[in-house]
């Protein structure tokens, strides 16, 4: 492994985990599924900055519960889990998402693993943070094939949660659940709001300045590099040595 | 009474084509020892059901053709990718798919737990997982007022097979923080344990192991040794996955013919103790 690049450079895995964090803001809760490791690395980031007053279960690797794995749905069933990130093989304009197929569910085209613990978290967990490291029109499109997890819910369904932001490679949305819809927050350093528009396969509102991402700091890169590297290398060693050079 | 079986074949006798055999998540304790002694049998038509998630194990039995149905909330290798015989076999329409949700799985099984006919859910309504669950049924909360919610019917497993570190000679089984299998185990209407080792004792009367104890008398029909018995999975606290094993995996089960070949390598050579 290369040693750990300069502080004024940082990696794309370190700015995204710095949005995370942000976007945890003062939560109390988070939790953080399987194969997840960027957001783990933003969890474990907000706790940092929290010391340590913030609850943070990362699935593949420590948490609190002692019932089991059932014990995050229970938990997040009574409203004792704020933030919860998704994924999807594809996300569309209305934040729905899908982790099942692409084409006809009974004749697919292509097959992912399923739709995992996401069509009961979105629904109750307060702030469902949505992430796709792809950003292509391949990954958010229109509509998707297949409604793992609906985005918003009618009148009259329970739901009180749902997705509140989109991060990707390239930028970082919020999402209306009135509206159902997306507005651009801010686009990444280096990224191009013409480049955006092209990649995504979804229409969304766009403000009429729009921001930069705040890059990671001096110090919030040392907390990563210094005490999230070594916190998140047993559950993704992997993760943890290509990104922070942690061995 | 549990027996407790010199061989994991005499263990798996109840295990029958046909069943429904409930499986726990990939990392809470897989009988993958016990998985190969029935792919060698030939088990088929299983009605598998991965508490809620499976990895190789299921990927192993999809692909070794013993699987009819197979309900899950996920199915793949995690960081070593997708599963590849389970992926083939749904695009080839040779497995029906009961496609649930992580807590759907649970809940149901706590149903069977408490003998109750069914579980109420939130969420779901909206989810295409719906229009392919004609078993789950939308209701009006009869407590609440205009208030949907769905209700999953109880799952009840003829078989839980899984791995567990300890058993004493009474068929007590310790299966430390893995609380799921504990509901599995309540569920299925018997349960069939591979363990590192035997423990001298009960382990009903040590007051620290009693409360994550499965006690043999009421649940479990068979226990037999294997040591490593989730290998190349982890057991947590004893042994982590083995990576170079797994890699191994998701390079040969690309194809049919590397499947067997991995089948040919690796479960045959493996006969527990």
């Not at chain 1, 329970?158 to 999402?175: D, E, K, Q």
């Not at chain 1, 509206?179 to 990649?199: I, K, M, N, T, W």
């Amino acid at each position: 492994m290369n040693a750990a690049p300069p502080d004024e450079a940082f990696r794309v895995e370190e700015l995204l985990a710095d949005v995370m964090a942000r976007l945890i803001g003062d939560a109390r809760h988070v939790a953080v599924g399987m194969a997840s490791p960027i957001p783990a690395a933003g969890a474990l980031l907000a706790r940092q900055r929290a010391q340590g007053r913030l609850l943070v279960s990362v699935l593949q690797g420590q948490s609190a519960f002692t019932d089991g794995g059932r014990e995050l749905f229970d938990c997040a069933g009574q409203g004792r889990l704020d933030v919860f990130f998704l994924s999807g093989a594809q996300i569309d304009g209305q934040a729905n998402i899908n982790l099942v197929c692409i084409g006809d569910y009974q004749h697919p085209q292509t097959r992912f693993a399923g739709s995992f613990g996401s069509a009961h978290l979105a629904f109750v967990v307060p702030r469902v943070i949505l992430f796709r490291h792809e950003h292509t029109p391949r990954t958010l499109v229109e509509r998707v094939d297949f409604i793992s997890a609906p985005g918003t819910s009618p009148p009259g369904i329970y739901r009180p949660g749902g997705p509140v932001a989109l991060i990707t490679s390239r930028c970082l949305f919020a999402f209306d659940r009135q509206r159902s819809r997306f507005r651009l927050e801010s686009l990444h350093p280096g990224h191009a709001l013409d480049e955006v528009v092209a990649q995504t396969g979804f229409a969304f509102d766009v403000p009429d300045i729009v921001p930069t991402t705040i890059p990671p700091s001096v110090e919030t890169l040392r907390l990563l590099r210094e005490r999230v590297a070594p916190e998140i290398a047993e559950a993704y060693p992997q993760f943890s040595a290509s990104v922070f050079a942690q061995r | 009474m549990t027996s407790i079986c010199a061989s994991l074949d005499e263990a798996l006798a109840v295990v029958t084509d046909g069943c429904t055999l409930a499986v726990p998540r990939e990392t809470a304790g897989v009988a993958m020892a016990a998985t190969h002694a029935l792919i060698r049998r030939g088990i088929k038509d299983l009605n598998l059901v991965a508490v809620p998630t499976s990895s190789l194990q299921a990927d192993l039995l999809v692909g070794a053709g013993c699987v009819a149905t197979l309900e899950a909330a996920g199915i793949s290798l995690g960081e070593y990718g997708s599963a590849p015989r389970f992926r083939a076999a749904v695009l080839a329409g040779e497995i029906h798919l009961k496609d649930s949700t992580c807590p759907a799985i649970h809940a149901a099984l706590q149903a069977a737990e408490k003998g109750v006919p069914f579980m109420p859910l939130r969420g779901l309504i909206g989810s295409d997982l719906i229009a392919q669950r004609p078993d789950w049924r939308r209701i009006d909360n009869p407590f609440g007022d205009a208030d949907p919610i769905v209700l999953l019917p109880a799952l009840r497993p003829d078989v839980a097979l899984f791995h567990a570190p300890l058993a004493d000679r009474f068929g007590n089984v310790w299966i430390g923080r893995e609380r799921d299998l504990m509901t599995m185990a309540h569920a299925a209407r018997a349960s069939i344990v591979t363990v590192e080792a035997l423990w001298d004792g009960n382990l009903l009367e040590d007051d620290l192991r009693a409360p994550a104890t499965l006690p043999g008398a009421l649940y479990v029909e068979a226990v037999a040794v294997a040591a490593q018995g989730a290998w190349p999975l982890g057991l947590p606290g004893h042994y982590r996955a083995d990576p170079a094993a797994l890699r191994d995996y998701a390079r040969l089960a690309a194809t049919p013919a590397g499947f067997a070949h991995y089948l040919d390598r690796y479960g045959h050579e493996r006969r527990a103790a």
